[in-house]
Structures are given as C-alpha cells and as structure tokens.
C-alpha cells in the first residue's frame, strides 16, 4: 500500500541534512555553560544554530532564545503580559484571536482565572480577523496582543503588519505565533515590527521538543523559566544541544524553501482543492484562499464525520487531520472553524490535509481514488445527513 503524509502542518519527517548533523553532534556531551573547551565545543554549536535561525525570520542572534517548542515560547510571552499587567498602574488586559493556539489560549486563560481582563478578537467566515474590532478593544490599558501569523488548521494568514502597527499605536506590545509560517512563506520579523515571535523546529523537517522565542531588543521581559543562568538568563535549564542543533540546521534548510512552497506545492493543493470541488457534491473550503499558507488545505463535508473520514484514509495510507492535532481526541468540534463558521455540523465535518515539499500530483491523484467513495457511503449511513443534495 502506498503510503500519502498529509499532516505536515502536525509534524515533519526529520530531513536527512537534519539527521546528519544530529547525528554528528551526538558524541558532544559537554556542558554548553561549562568553561572547559568540551563544553565550549557544545556552546559553539548552540551559536551557529542560534546564527541559522536567526537569519531564517530576519533577527539580530541575541534576539533569539531557544525554548522547548513553539507552546513553550507561547507560554513565555502571555506570561510576561501577566507580569506586566501585575506591576503596572495602567496596563490591565490583553487582546488575542480566538483561533489562537491553545499554547496561547490555555495560558490566557489562566491570565483570566487570576482577574486579567482577556479579550477575544473575532474573525471572518475566511478566518481574518476583523481588524475594525482590534481598533475598538485597543486602549492604553492593553499590555499585549497576540494574534498568531498563520492558522494551524486553516492556513488563513494574517495582516500582522498592520496588526502590530495598530497595537503599537495603542501603546501595546505584539505577539505573533508564527509556528505554520516559518519555512513556508517569507517574512522578517524587523519588517513585521513584532516584540515577540514564536518557533518551532518540528514545523520544518526539524526534531521535536525545540524551538524558539524573537525577543526583540528592548521589548519587555521576564523569563517563564527560573533556576539557571543559561540564554542569558532568559531561559534556565540544560540546554538540549541536539535538537538545537538540528534545528540550526533545519532552519538552514529552509531558507529557500518558500518559493519552492510557493511554486511547487501552492499548485499541487490547489489541484487537490479543485479536483475535491468537481467530484464531491457539497463541500466547503475553509480558509481565505486569496490569504493562506501554501501547503494547508481544510475542507469540510457537510454530512459526514472528519473523523471518519480520516479513519477511512488511513485504512489506504493517507494521513491526514480533522483539524489541529493537538486537540484530537477532543469529541468538541474544532474552536478555529467554529469562530469563523458557527457551524458545528461544518466544523465536524472537516478535514486538513497538509502538504511536506515531498509531496506530488501522484498523491493528489492517490487521494482522489478513494475520498470521492469515502465521503459517499459516511453520507449514506450518517444521522448527521441533512438530505438537502
Ligand atoms: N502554535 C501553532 C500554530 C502550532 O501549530 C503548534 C503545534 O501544533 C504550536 C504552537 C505548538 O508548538 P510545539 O509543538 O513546538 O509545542
């Protein structure tokens, strides 16, 4: 049986130019923080990646702090609005898309529990957040706001630039999770003008368990966390040299890999969306086409469960997701397509498929074999069939 990953956007294959240098690496136990040259070895490993990473999203190196992943550094800034927020007279709330991660949802949310003031930026049926809501919540007593770059389970991007520009204008600082578009579409975190950006390397062909934090320079912080003195005190703990490593690597990898998204991939999933729109009566494309990553395509079938329907898929090697994967098991339909959609009949019927850079028309065409039928007989047996063909 043919085997079809479509669930990038959940996690990577690790690159062999990643494996290599991994591999490479494994013998360098030292300490990073050790002053002897077995340790000093390690640490000058650390700072090239630091180096590549750091060139991939436009940042100075010590603008960088590596961090478990992308939840970790999502964690880190909604913690220092929270500190922010407890030593200053004016600053009280923050403003964050409600279909934010729940890295940044879940930490809010805490906020919330301790008497901060959260507020939750709508969005459009496409996912856009709608911009003239930002202009009413903003006042001089938003410490934060945090709107992600791209969506995990749509793909819709959005206008961080302008978003950072009205945030900055009401004296707030601004937070982008750019988890999905690091790699796959080209951007400068100077040119976006955000304080604070989110990394993951396991986006990008990279080990999981790292990633990283842009601090830009002066922007306030306060380290999430305590007990060592390792990135400049700004994150403690042993620093986990191989996958920083990897990642180092991996970000070098994809510096050229937005045109290759753009050129090769774009093309392949707009094939896939438009041969799903001619064979499958009903279905609804999720996310603003004319906004969206290049390798994200979600579409919802009214009629039959997306769990189902990823069961079936995978029963022929297609792996693919109902939304983000880090909230399946989740009977709840997904927040992201209820924000924009307020469809739970939508929302579960949804499926993401989510192209790699090894992806090709012949899995396109390999899909096409077996979703028209899926999709047909889960309608046919389903309680949630509407009959309304
Ligand atoms: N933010 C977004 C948009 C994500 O898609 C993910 C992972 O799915 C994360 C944050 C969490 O990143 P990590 O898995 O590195 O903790």
Redesign the pocket.
């Known amino acids: 049986m043919k085997n079809v990953y479509l669930d990038n956007?959940?996690t990577t294959e690790m690159s062999p130019s990643v494996i290599r240098a991994m591999t490479n690496a494994l013998g360098n136990y030292g300490n990073p923080s050790s002053l002897h040259s077995i340790g000093h070895n390690a640490k000058k490993m650390i700072e090239q990646a630091r180096e590549s990473v750091a060139k991939l999203v436009g940042a100075d190196v010590d603008e960088i702090i590596f961090t478990?992943?992308?939840?970790?550094s999502?964690n880190t800034v909604i913690n220092i609005a929270g500190e922010i927020i407890n030593n200053n007279e004016i600053k009280k709330e923050i403003i964050i898309s409600a279909i934010e991660?729940p890295?940044v949802i879940e930490a809010a949310k805490r906020l919330e529990k301790n008497g901060i003031k959260v507020s939750y930026l709508s969005v459009d049926r496409g996912g856009r957040v709608i911009i003239d809501e930002l202009r009413k919540m903003l006042s001089e007593k938003t410490a934060l706001v945090s709107v992600?770059f791209a969506?995990?389970e749509t793909g819709t991007i959005q206008d961080i630039k302008e978003i950072c520009r009205l945030a900055h204008e009401a004296g707030a600082l601004m937070h982008t999770?750019a988890?999905?578009a690091i790699g796959k579409v080209d951007f400068d975190v100077k040119d976006l003008d955000v304080d604070y950006a989110?990394f993951?390397a396991?986006?990008i062909n990279g080990p999981?368990g790292v990633?990283a934090l842009y601090v830009k320079k002066q922007s306030l912080y306060s380290p999430f966390m305590v007990g060592g003195h390792q990135e400049a005190g700004r994150r403690a703990g042993t620093y986990n040299t191989l996958g920083i490593v990897g990642f180092g690597q991996a970000a070098k990898d994809a510096l050229g890999a937005p045109k290759k998204y753009q050129e090769i991939i774009n093309p392949i999933k707009n094939d896939l969306r438009e041969l799903i729109l001619k064979s499958i009566p009903r279905v609804i494309v999720n996310g603003d086409q004319e906004s969206t990553l290049p390798n994200i395509l979600n579409v919802s079938f009214p009629g039959a469960e997306g769990e189902s329907i990823l069961l079936y898929l995978d029963n022929y090697g297609i792996s693919s997701s109902t939304g983000?994967?880090?909230a399946s098991g989740d009977t709840k339909p997904s927040h992201v397509l209820m924000a924009m959609l307020d469809d739970p009949e939508l929302a579960h019927g949804s499926i993401r498929f989510s192209f790699g850079l090894d992806n090709t028309t012949d899995d396109v065409d390999y899909v096409m074999q077996y979703l028209p039928k899926i999709v047909e007989d889960l309608r046919s047996i389903s309680t949630l069939e509407t009959g309304d063909k």
């Open positions: 956007s959940a478990s992943g992308g939840t970790e999502n991660h890295s992600m969506n995990n999770d988890v999905q989110s993951s396991h986006k999981k990633g983000s994967a880090c």
